[in-house]
């Protein structure tokens, strides 16, 4: 079991608070039937690997994955990026959330593997995310190119 301590519940109402978020989120697993867009906030469920807790069981790694919330609020509009707001079978892999401003707007942008990706106009920001139950176990573990770069030149 995961401790409490290890849960997560956070706001981020500046762009330092999301990158915080968005480490928590990498590797994210986020099913688009789980995706609404409605009135002024755009909210999805992750399930978001646990990089903050790891156990041994057996002698062998053990890590958790949790179901986590994710709730903008003062969204204006959604745009997708590579697929199509009814492909509700797919799973999209989170990498990242990164903020742009140009003069008069802030988008707030999720990327995905893929090129995949979520563009929300924002009023402001102000984002929500929070552990939705206690975390299970798992012996997988996110993998990225660069972990592998001297078992590929050896």
Same mark, same amino acid.
């Given at each position: 079991?995961?401790?409490?301590?290890?849960?997560?519940?956070? #706001?981020?109402?500046?762009?330092?608070?999301?990158?915080?978020?968005?480490?928590?989120? #990498?590797?994210?697993?986020?099913?688009?039937?789980?995706?609404?867009?409605?009135?002024?906030?755009?909210?999805?469920?992750?399930?978001?690997?646990?990089?903050?807790?790891?156990?041994?069981?057996?002698?062998?790694?053990?890590?958790?994955?949790?179901?986590?919330?994710?709730?903008?609020?003062?969204?204006?509009?959604?745009? #997708?990026? *590579?697929?199509?707001?009814?492909?509700?079978?797919?799973?999209?892999?989170?990498?990242?959330?990164?903020?742009?401003?140009?003069?008069?707007?802030?988008?707030?942008?999720?990327?995905?593997?893929? *090129?995949?990706?979520?563009?929300?106009?924002?009023?402001?920001?102000?984002?929500?995310?929070?552990?939705?139950?206690?975390?299970?176990?798992?012996?997988?573990?996110?993998?990225?190119?660069?972990?592998?770069?001297?078992?590929?030149?050896?």
């Amino acid at each position: 079991m995961i401790p409490a301590s290890k849960m997560i519940k956070m #706001r981020a109402l500046d762009t330092t608070d999301l990158n915080h978020m968005a480490e928590q989120l #990498r590797d994210g697993l986020c099913p688009m039937v789980a995706m609404v867009h409605e009135k002024n906030s755009f909210t999805l469920l992750v399930n978001r690997f646990c990089w903050n807790h790891e156990d041994k069981h057996e002698g062998k790694p053990l890590h958790y994955r949790s179901h986590v919330g994710l709730l903008f609020r003062h969204v204006q509009s959604v745009q #997708r990026k *590579g697929f199509e707001q009814h492909s509700h079978d797919r799973i999209l892999n989170l990498l990242h959330i990164d903020v742009k401003k140009t003069s008069k707007d802030t988008w707030v942008h999720l990327v995905f593997s893929k *090129g995949y990706e979520i563009r929300l106009k924002v009023e402001k920001l102000e984002v929500y995310l929070s552990d939705l139950h206690d975390p299970w176990p798992t012996r997988s573990k996110p993998t990225h190119l660069h972990e592998h770069i001297a078992e590929m030149v050896a």
